[in-house]
Structure formats: C-alpha cells, structure tokens
T-cell receptor
Framework: ETGVTQTPRHLVMGMTNKKSLKCEQHLGHNAMYWYKQSAKKPLELMFVYNFKEQTENNSVPSRFSPECPNSSHLFLHLHTLQPEDSALYLC??????????????FGPGTRLTVT | AQKVTQAQTEISVVEKEDVTLDCVYETRDTTYYLFWYKQPPSGELVFLIRRNSFDEQNEISGRYSWNFQKSTSSFNFTITASQVVDSAVYFCALSEAQENNNDMRFGAGTRLTVKP
C-alpha cells in the first residue's frame, strides 16, 4: 500500500450508532489531519496531530473523537451523530505540522451518511 | 483572520482552451503560504504547488502556471491547452506562518469541466 488509505470508503449510520473511521499513511510522515468536506462549504480542518500529539481542535463537537496511537494511524470515533454531520471525511498527512508549511497528502475519504 | 475566496464556482471549457482559476486571499500576516490542490472525482486532494509570501516569482510546470500578485492578494492558476483529464475541483488554500499555527483555510473550490 502506498500513500494515504482510508476505511471504510462509505458508511451509513443511524444517529444512535457508534462507528470509527480509520486512516493509515505509508509515507513516513509525522503529522496527520482530519477534514470535513460538506456540500457547498469549504473544506474544514477538524483535528491536527503532530508527532502523535493533538495540536489543533477547531471547535469540533465532542461527538467526534480523534485518536492517534502512532504517527502512521489516525482514527475518528463517531457517536450520536446528527444528519448534518453527513459529509466526506478526508484524512491527510504531511512531514510535520509546524506552521502548516508542508504540503499535505490526502486519502480518498470516507463518505458518511447519517440517517 | 485568514480567508480565501474563489469566486468562480464552476467553469466549463472545451478541450485545448486556456483557463484561469482565480484565488483572492486575506491575511494580516506578512509571512504566509499559499497552496493549490486538485480534487479529481476519486476524492483525494492532490497537491499542486506551494508559494511563500516572500517569493513572488511566477511558476510554470508544464501546462500549469501560477501568477502570484501580492499587490492584489491574488494567486491565480492557469491551465494552458486544457485536457479532459484536467476536469476536477481545484482548491486554493492559505496558511499563516506562525509557530503555533495549525490552521489551513481553503477556498470553496472551483469545479472545472473540460469537454472534448
């Protein structure tokens, strides 16, 4: 596997479910990111991890819970979501997150639908 | 606060036409980075270019070129002799180069359709 992979690619869940999104990067990077891409809205940065430490949380509701066990893996745990949380969730990685200088490499995303 | 505006929501051209995608940004910092990314139908964004605020040289890479104008706070992207494979959504993004900054602001994107 190369680059950044995300699983699952599609997910449908009810509002009371608990699910997790997984991201893995094979680039030897030290920073990983979660983004939300909704229809007709700019791409929104949700969380940033740099050397496994969370360095940014852009006022994301607590029903989204990130986890970064090592520099290669990033999870987004979901629980009691709302229909407006339906979106494409993109994971990205970069060499490191200092001042957001480095270009980011993105995964293909997980298309989440909350019913 | 940093902000990126891509006023063109959708552009449609015929193959071999040249097309320019506009990007206007706002920032109070003197040091910042500008990016362009391409998002093909497969979903993953692909990095195209990074420019720092002190480098106003225009850049050309094959059929792609970028025009950075600090005086107008613009970082426009031109595709020469467009091809069907250029069809994608293109995003401009801005990051302010502060030590503790971990934020990247993206524009809303421009959907480019190149017809054969």
């Amino acid at each position: 596997e190369t680059g950044v992979t995300q699983t699952p690619r599609h997910l449908v869940m009810g509002m009371t479910n608990k699910k997790s999104l997984k991201c893995e990067q094979h680039l030897g990077h030290n920073a990983m990111y979660w983004y939300k891409q909704s229809a007709k809205k700019p791409l929104e940065l949700m969380f940033v991890y740099n050397f496994k430490e969370q360095t940014e949380n852009n006022s994301v509701p607590s029903r989204f819970s990130p986890e970064c066990p090592n520099s290669s893996h990033l999870f987004l745990h979901l629980h009691t979501l709302q229909p407006e949380d339906s979106a494409l969730y993109l994971c990205a990685s970069s060499q490191e997150a200092a001042a957001m200088y480095y270009e980011q490499y993105f995964g293909p995303g997980t298309r989440l639908t909350v019913t | 606060a940093q902000k990126v505006t891509q006023a063109q929501t959708e552009i449609s051209v015929v193959e071999k036409e040249d097309v320019t995608l506009d990007c206007v940004y706002e920032t109070r910092d003197t040091t910042y980075y500008l990016f362009w990314y391409k998002q093909p139908p497969s979903g993953e964004l692909v990095f195209l270019i990074r420019r720092n605020s002190f480098d106003e040289q225009n850049e050309i890479s094959g059929r792609y070129s970028w025009n950075f104008q600090k005086s107008t706070s613009s970082f426009n992207f031109t595709i020469t002799a467009s091809q069907v494979v250029d069809s994608a959504v293109y995003f401009c993004a801005l990051s302010e180069a502060q030590e503790n900054n971990n934020d990247m602001r993206f524009g809303a994107g421009t959907r480019l359709t190149v017809k054969p």
